[in-house]
């Protein structure tokens, strides 16, 4: 029911940019958990950036100052505009969604985050690839 599609990968030299989309279909993005993730070979997946669904955002440490997630809900979309990209950025990129947990106690606090990640719903990947 939930479909997720990334686009926009590709092979750049250090020091380019790429900007990955997710499109989503199934769902709205209204009350969603929305994230990127990464994955090769060698290195076991490990989370980019995060998006709750009030657009605040938090960061992998590796990608801080260089990546950007944003979203559009209208369209149901998703991106990751990645700058100033390195040789381990290279990795095979994935978006994922999930229904936004939230705490009502004490205070509304929204659960999307580094340690509270969206992993209910994932796209087939697309690769990014980044040569010195």
């Known amino acids: 029911q939930v479909h997720l599609v990334e686009s926009g990968g590709g092979s750049v030299q250090a020091g380019g940019s790429l900007r990955l989309s997710c499109a989503a279909s199934?769902?709205?993005?209204?009350?969603?958990?929305m994230g990127w993730f990464r994955q090769t070979l060698e290195k076991e997946r490990e989370a980019v950036a995060v998006?709750?669904?009030?657009?605040?955002?938090d960061y992998a440490d590796s990608v801080k100052d260089r990546f950007t997630i944003s979203k559009d809900n209208a369209k149901n979309t998703q991106y990751l505009q990645m700058n100033n990209l390195k040789p381990e950025d290279t990795a095979m990129y994935f978006c994922?969604?999930?229904?936004?947990?939230?705490?009502?106690?004490?205070?509304?606090?929204?659960?999307?985050?580094?340690?509270?990640?969206?992993?209910?719903?994932w796209g087939q990947g697309t690769q990014v690839t980044v040569s010195s």
């Open positions: 199934g769902y709205a993005y209204t009350d969603v958990c």
């Open positions: 994922a969604a999930a229904l936004e947990r939230v705490i009502l106690s004490p205070v509304r606090q929204r659960l999307c985050d580094l340690e509270n990640l969206p992993t209910d719903y």
């Open positions: 998006i709750d669904s009030d657009g605040n955002a």
